[in-house]
């Protein structure tokens, strides 16, 4: 059973150090090398939402990081995915896990650390400076009418 609670805080209040950070990837569609939907047996073929849904995953953006055993278990999900549209509800949970693990919403790429950019962006994303803090004392002073310093 999947242990629950809250998705990794951006100002932790611990001091100790993050194990990992965000991993920033380009905000386009991934062409590159990935593994087609393995032929069935006989006059079968895949259910049209499960080739739909394999076209989905297969052009996510952070596809780019995965390795040879990611993509075979995103094919593995696959065939959860053909089981629950040919009528096997069974396999929901299984495939909620496996989902959650490849990071297909986001929702999942939070938890993981996942965070995409827009190309003109570049890494621009993770080293934005936070904003500006104002001091209260110069804003108490400010409120009460002295303005000298």
């Known amino acids: ?8 805080s951006a100002n932790p209040r611990n001091r100790n150090p993050r194990a990992y950070d965000w991993t920033t990837v380009e905000n386009a569609a991934y062409e590159g090398h990935s593994p087609e939907l393995p032929a069935k047996g006989g006059r079968q073929r ?6 739909a849904w394999w076209e989905a995953v297969r052009a996510m953006p952070h596809c780019r990081l995965w390795t ?54 570049g890494d621009q994303v993770a080293a934005q400076a936070p904003a500006a803090v ?8 400010r409120l009460a009418g002295d303005d000298a310093p």
């Open 46 to 51: 895949w259910h049209r939402e499960t080739r």
């Open 134 to 141: 104002t001091r209260l004392d110069e804003r108490r002073r």
């Open 68 to 121: 040879d055993t990611d993509w075979r278990f995103a094919l593995e999900t696959a065939v959860l995915v053909e089981a629950f549209w040919r009528d096997q509800p069974s396999v929901a949970a299984e495939l909620r896990l496996r989902s959650a693990k490849l990071g297909l919403t986001h929702e999942d790429r939070l938890k993981l650390r996942i965070r995409y950019a827009d190309p003109q962006d």
């Open 1 to 8: 059973m999947p242990l629950s609670g809250r998705t990794p």
